[in-house]
């Protein structure tokens, strides 16, 4: 199993390109999430998805749209990247199906926004 | 979810047992203590969770108060490969929709040869 993996591992946008970040889950689990981390700061959750159809807004969802393709991918948009969405971005996943819900991470992108 | 604090960083020697503080003196008793921790540059690791008995797996034992306010994480033989921030989550079990992990600061844990 790869777990989770996401694409790319590294970007570099101008202020107000548009980009869309990959996110893909191995280990058939219903709930992903996207969070962002800021230099020094912990995880802040950005958007997350129950399950498959169904999306919900997390702390610091402005400037940031998601789409749950299907069971396995998760994906973030930029519709107008600004220097503020500088960070990384991790993706992580869990199963509903136990009693409590562990979470698996990818190994993150990081984004720059001249 | 209720608040936790963590002292920002701590040392320990390798090979010796790493003891990782955590308060959550506002836990309620749905609530469980979660670790994670971040290995520099990588996503977040989960280690163990629990509610209120000790808890031990391959990784790290738990214990928690008979007041469940406050938690330590026992690494008993760290490497310099646990060097990584260590946090502590406070939250309730899944209830059936997902539930969202509410990161703080964490603990800095540095491994010393």
């Keep these: 199993n790869a777990g989770v993996t996401q694409t790319p591992k590294f970007q570099v946008l101008k202020t107000g390109q548009s980009m869309t970040l990959q996110c893909a889950q191995d280990m058939n689990h219903n709930s992903m999430y996207w969070y962002r981390q800021d230099p020094g700061m912990g995880l802040r959750l950005i958007y997350y998805s129950a399950s498959e159809g169904t999306t919900d807004k997390g702390e610091v969802p ?21 220097p503020s969405q500088t960070s990384v971005y991790f993706c992580a996943s869990s199963t509903r199906t136990s009693g409590y819900n562990e979470q698996f991470f990818g190994p993150g992108t990081r984004l720059t926004v001249l | ?27 309620s008793g749905n609530e469980y203590v979660y670790w994670y921790r971040q290995i520099h540059s990588q996503g977040p690791q989960y280690i ?18 008979e007041d469940r306010k406050s938690s330590t994480l026992i690494l008993p033989h760290a490497t310099l490969r646990d060097t990584a921030v260590y946090y502590c989550i406070v939250r309730p079990l ?12 964490g603990t800095q844990l540095t491994v010393l040869p």
């Design chain 1, 62 to 82: 402005n400037g940031y749209n998601v789409s749950r393709l299907n069971k396995r991918e998760f994906s973030l948009r930029l519709e107008s990247a600004a």
């Design chain 2, 1 to 27: 979810d209720a608040k936790t604090t963590q002292p920002p960083s701590m040392d320990c020697a390798e090979g010796r047992a790493a003891n990782l503080p955590c308060n959550h003196s506002t836990i």
């Design chain 2, 48 to 65: 163990i969770h629990g509610l209120k008995n000790n808890e031990t797996n391959e990784m790290a034992s738990l214990i928690i108060t």
């Design chain 2, 94 to 105: 899944s209830s059936g929709s997902a539930r969202q992990l509410t990161f703080g600061s």
